[in-house]
């Protein structure tokens, strides 16, 4: 229930399958525990195999598919931690995605696919009654997904949970990173566009003097002539 009830977008959804390829989880009941990726090209779906054999080698990665109704979707997938090899992913239809800016919504949506799988994962744990350190955990992963890329998971010990931790801090320390690398390129475009701007006006002035020397130098001649 709590992965095909998320949204992304007006259209977009989340859906969780199995180290077989068996769909666990999908907002289209029909589609659950009857609709195996790896054997998708048989309810007439295209390219979906071939990101359903990335998917149970347990890699991170996305791709287009059509449906058999002829639409094409973007999926977003990734491995959920510490489960049986399940695949978190997260569903969009192009029409929907390129309606804004392309790059920048395949970086939120793979960001919010992390996101998902830490919150699933959370919730797997709390459910079987880890303890209270989860929680607060949880509480960081829920500031994560809300754009607060300043939040630290702080878990004391050497368990599971502290390893967790450690992965977050340095998955949100990379996001920092990468922030920080898309802030300074955008300010170093600006640096270069305004340094092109003062360029063309230099020369704008500069070709203005040599046309009005060169008027000046044709007029004395012309009056040399005449005299």
Wanted: neutral net charge.
């Amino acid at each position: 229930d709590l992965v095909s009830n998320i949204k992304i977008g007006e259209i977009g959804f989340g859906w969780l399958a199995d180290s077989s390829g068996l769909i666990l989880s999908h907002p289209e009941s029909d589609f659950v525990l009857k609709l195996n990726i790896l054997r998708s090209s048989e309810q007439g779906f295209e390219g979906l195999e071939e990101l359903g054999k990335q998917m149970i080698q347990g890699q991170t990665g996305g791709g287009t598919i059509k449906k058999p109704d002829g639409s094409k979707v973007r999926i977003f997938f990734s491995p959920v931690p510490n489960s049986p090899g399940w695949t978190l992913g997260v569903s969009l239809p192009e029409k929907d995605l390129f309606a804004r800016s392309n790059a920048l919504i395949e970086f939120v949506l793979m960001i919010i696919v992390f996101i998902l799988g830490a919150l699933v994962v959370m919730s797997l744990l709390i459910s079987n009654r880890i303890s209270k350190p989860i929680v607060a955990l949880k509480g960081s992963v829920e500031r994560l997904g809300k754009g607060d890329f300043t939040v630290e998971f702080h878990v004391k010990g050497k368990d599971e949970v502290a390893n967790i931790a450690s992965e977050l801090n340095a998955t949100t320390q990379s996001l920092r990173n990468i922030l920080k690398r898309v802030k300074d390129s955008f300010v170093n475009v600006d640096r270069s566009s305004s340094n092109l701007s003062k360029i063309a006006g230099e020369s704008r002035d500069s070709s203005q003097e040599l046309l009005s020397d060169a008027r000046e130098a044709n007029e004395n001649v012309q009056n040399a002539l005449a005299s």
